[in-house]
């Protein structure tokens, strides 16, 4: 029996039990009197006997009514207070529940973790505006200075183009990030994938791999490809947005004439696909925080990207009922994986521990 059920069962067999105890109670009260005074040789006892066993009933019924309502029912005057708190955007409250068991265990549970839910919704939200608020004044302080620089009567043709250039990647770059924000916004306020239909999914990623040659060509990168012949159930637009982002990063943290290697395959009930890189790697501190929004482990990137694309591609793995993997370490280049539901209920079978650094799914 859920608790839900045993605080009805409690609340309605209260009353008549409060009832029933104080009956005894008066009962036995009259049974001592009668022995000590022997009401039964008295006339006039009997009239006095309703009035007795009455006034008896009512004074025990409401001391073992405040009694129980005082122990029984002060978890949930607690948590009547605490919720009032918390209506009043107090997040920092909790109730003790080391005090609370049985009927009250449960909802006092429940509710310290919802509070707590609450309380990271709110300071992500606080963070995130933060954060976007910094990431957007950065390319406006730069615009606003070339601006100005453009004003100057004895600039030469060179600095005027080199000037306007800087004014592009700034807008291209405040662009990007708005379209990334929305994305992000779209699939944080989405519960359900539609559209989605059996694809190839090696296919996809082949040409997802066709659409970033011009960039991984100029760094004269070698890409190995093992892909298996993969049919993926799925929206296949949303899943452009994962492969291009992995790819994307892959390329861009490779060094000159590196490699990336890609792989897909079917194993025991799930799709694993495989991104890896020859770039610099990460420290496990960065690798921990790689799926946050706006985070940037690099510093010496910071004028790439805008630290989205990861947060929006684990989002739509969720969404996907799938995973996101990463191992890495410094000096020994990034692995991503991806790992995929083979069957369309969206349900990630049991996958076991890989070895090595790993950042698991969080």
């Given at each position: 029996?859920?608790?839900?059920?045993?605080?009805?069962?409690?609340?309605?067999?209260?009353?008549?039990?409060?009832?029933?105890?104080?009956?005894?109670?008066?009962?036995?009260?009259?049974?001592?009197?009668?022995?000590i005074?022997?009401?039964?040789?008295?006339?006039?006892?009997?009239?006095?006997?309703?009035?007795?066993?009455?006034?008896?009933?009512?004074?025990?019924?409401?001391?073992?009514?405040?009694?129980?309502?005082?122990?029984?029912?002060?978890?949930?005057?607690?948590?009547?207070?605490a919720?009032?708190?918390?209506?009043?955007?107090?997040?920092?409250?909790?109730?003790?529940?080391?005090?609370?068991?049985?009927?009250?265990?449960?909802?006092?549970?429940?509710?310290?973790?919802?509070?707590?839910?609450?309380?990271?919704?709110?300071?992500?939200?606080t963070?995130?505006?933060?954060?976007?608020?910094?990431?957007?004044?950065?390319?406006?302080?730069?615009?606003?200075?070339?601006?100005?620089?453009?004003?100057r009567?004895?600039l030469?043709?060179?600095?005027?183009?080199?000037?306007l250039?800087?004014?592009?990647?700034?807008?291209?770059?405040?662009?990007?990030?708005?379209?990334?924000?929305?994305?992000?916004?779209?699939?944080?306020?989405?519960?359900?994938?539609?559209?989605?239909?059996?694809?190839?999914?090696?296919?996809?990623?082949?040409?997802?791999?066709?659409?970033?040659?011009?960039?991984?060509?100029?760094?004269?990168?070698?890409?190995?490809?093992?892909?298996?012949?993969?049919?993926?159930?799925?929206?296949?637009?949303?899943?452009?947005?994962?492969?291009?982002?992995?790819?994307s990063?892959?390329?861009?943290?490779?060094?000159?004439?590196?490699?990336?290697?890609v792989?897909?395959?079917?194993r025991?009930?799930?799709?694993?696909?495989?991104?890896?890189?020859?770039?610099?790697?990460?420290?496990?501190?960065?690798?921990?925080?790689?799926?946050?929004?706006?985070?940037?482990?690099?510093?010496s990137?910071?004028?790439?990207?805008?630290?989205?694309?990861?947060?929006?591609?684990?989002?739509?793995?969720?969404?996907?009922?799938?995973?996101?993997?990463?191992?890495?370490a410094?000096?020994?280049?990034?692995?991503?994986?991806?790992?995929?539901?083979?069957?369309?209920?969206?349900?990630?079978?049991?996958?076991?521990?890989?070895?090595?650094?790993?950042?698991?799914?969080?």
């Open positions: 029996m859920d608790s839900s059920k045993k605080l009805r069962l409690f609340l309605t067999l209260m009353v008549p039990s409060t009832m029933l105890a104080a009956s005894i109670l008066a009962l036995a009260l009259y049974l001592i009197l009668d022995a005074f022997c009401f039964a040789e008295n006339a006039r006892m009997p009239l006095l006997i309703p009035l007795l066993a009455l006034g008896s009933s009512v004074i025990i019924g409401s001391v073992l009514s405040a009694v129980v309502s005082r122990t029984a029912l002060r978890p949930l005057t607690d948590l009547i207070q919720t009032a708190a918390v209506a009043a955007g107090n997040f920092s409250v909790r109730i003790d529940a080391r005090r609370t068991g049985g009927l009250y265990g449960d909802f006092v549970r429940s509710f310290n973790k919802m509070v707590e839910e609450l309380g990271n919704v709110e300071l992500f939200h963070d995130f505006i933060n954060t976007f608020s910094h990431e957007l004044k950065t390319p406006m302080v730069s615009l606003r200075g070339y601006a100005q620089f453009l004003k009567g004895d030469t043709e060179q600095e005027r183009r080199s000037a250039d800087a004014i592009i990647r700034e807008m291209d770059r405040l662009t990007q990030m708005a379209a990334s924000v929305l994305l992000l916004c779209k699939y944080e306020n989405t519960q359900i994938l539609a559209g989605q239909k059996p694809y190839a999914l090696d296919e996809q990623i082949r040409q997802c791999i066709g659409r970033l040659q011009e960039s991984w060509m100029k760094k004269d990168i070698v890409l190995l490809g093992d892909l298996e012949a993969v049919e993926y159930f799925g929206n296949e637009d949303v899943m452009d947005h994962v492969w291009l982002n992995l790819l990063n892959a390329i861009k943290f490779s060094p000159q004439g590196g490699e990336i290697s792989s897909l395959h079917r025991h009930g799930y799709i694993v696909a495989a991104i890896r890189d020859q770039g610099p790697g990460m420290e496990e501190a960065t690798a921990q925080r790689v799926f946050d929004q706006f985070f940037k482990g690099d510093s990137h910071s004028t790439e990207g805008n630290g989205l694309g990861l947060s929006i591609a684990k989002r739509i793995l969720d969404l996907c009922g799938g995973e996101i993997r990463l191992q890495t410094p000096g020994a280049g990034s692995t991503f994986t991806v790992l995929l539901p083979e069957n369309e209920r969206g349900a990630l079978p049991a996958v076991p521990a890989a070895s090595g650094a790993e950042n698991p799914r969080r």
